[in-house]
């Protein structure tokens, strides 16, 4: 079982509107967490990193939130635009200084229509 | 843009062959990461350099290998491709080896197709 479940798996939403999306993870012990936006075909780019500490950090209409005890984070996205159409990714890692693994989610697909 | 580049875009082989595919780091950047990513699948661990020298490895099999070189450029070697190698290769480079530590800067991958 992925340690790393996202919803939905995909969503469609009209230009302007909001949206969230959900990632859930069961690795411990937990280091941070990270969004990922990736559009078709390319590489993902970091929208947000997280720490253990932290329960909300923002990058322009993107807004991402921290539970750690509950292990659960979401991603908010606000007045969405065209350009927002793409597969967002949840990244976690764990805290062992050893680590050289990431667990991914599988990502949700996020469709803009005019 | 990420600065990490990989080539080619595209490839298509036959199962059976043999496929190399490149990356290019952020310079100073002497740790790099490849992953596969499967249609609509999130990307899967496949090994990690550092300082040229293999430094982890997820659950892929032997005849997946790569190389790294003191200019910040990397190689994944893929022998005897099977169908189910058919995805995006993705390299992503980072300044630490630790990656719960550090952000990796992923490339644009490279598309393989196996027939």
């Known amino acids: 079982k992925n340690q790393v479940e996202q919803s939905p798996q995909s969503l469609i939403i009209l230009e302007g509107k909001n949206c969230t999306l959900q990632?859930?993870?069961?690795?411990?012990?937990?280091?941070?967490l990270r969004w990922y936006k990736q559009d078709t075909g390319r590489g993902p780019v970091s929208l947000t990193i997280?720490?253990?500490?932290?329960n909300t950090k923002s990058n322009g209409r993107y807004t991402a939130t921290l539970d750690a005890d509950t292990k659960q984070s979401s991603l908010h996205i606000t007045a969405s635009q065209l350009s927002d159409s793409a597969s967002y990714i949840c990244v976690v890692s764990g805290r062992s200084s050893n680590d050289y693994k990431l667990s991914f989610g599988a990502g949700t697909t996020v469709t803009v229509r005019a | 843009e990420t600065g990490v580049t990989q080539s080619p875009t595209h490839l298509i082989k036959t199962r059976g062959q043999q496929v190399t595919l490149r990356c290019s780091s952020q310079s100073g950047h002497n740790t790099v990461s490849w992953y596969q990513q499967a249609l609509g699948q999130g990307p899967q661990f496949i090994f990690q350099y550092y300082r040229e020298e293999e430094n982890g490895r997820g659950n892929f099999p032997p005849r997946f290998s790569g190389l790294q070189f003191p200019n910040y450029s990397s190689e994944l070697n893929v022998n005897a491709l099977e169908l189910d190698d058919s995805a995006l290769y993705l390299c992503a480079s980072s300044l630490d080896r630790r990656q719960h530590a550090d952000t990796q800067y992923f490339g644009p991958g490279t598309r393989l197709t196996v027939l």
């Open positions: 997280m720490t253990f500490s932290e």
């Open positions: 990632c859930n993870y069961t690795v411990s012990p937990f280091s941070n």
